[in-house]
């Protein structure tokens, strides 16, 4: 997998982990204090997140972060 691919992968299951706690896009960001457009940008996996980024949007999700990372959390 290369690296634009691992990014897609991520951001899909951020999204689809957010989408199973039913929180909103805004709502997940505001929970991180991050903009939307931010948020938007790492679900669709046009940035590369550091460790500390993903650990707040784990905590705001409430899962571990190796759940971001874990097979079939995509849709």
Avoid: H, P, Y
């Avoid at 999204?15 to 909103?24: G, L, P, Y």
């Avoid at 460790?51 to 971001?68: E, P």
């Amino acid at each position: 997998m290369g690296n634009e691919q691992f990014l897609l992968a991520l951001g899909s299951r951020i999204k689809a982990i957010r989408a199973e706690k039913k929180m909103s896009q805004i709502n997940l960001a505001a929970k991180c204090d991050f903009e939307k457009a931010s948020m938007s940008r790492i679900e669709s996996g046009k940035t590369n997140s550091t460790i500390l980024t993903l650990r707040k949007i784990s905590n705001a999700l409430d899962v571990d972060v190796s759940d971001l990372f874990r097979k079939g959390q995509e849709n």
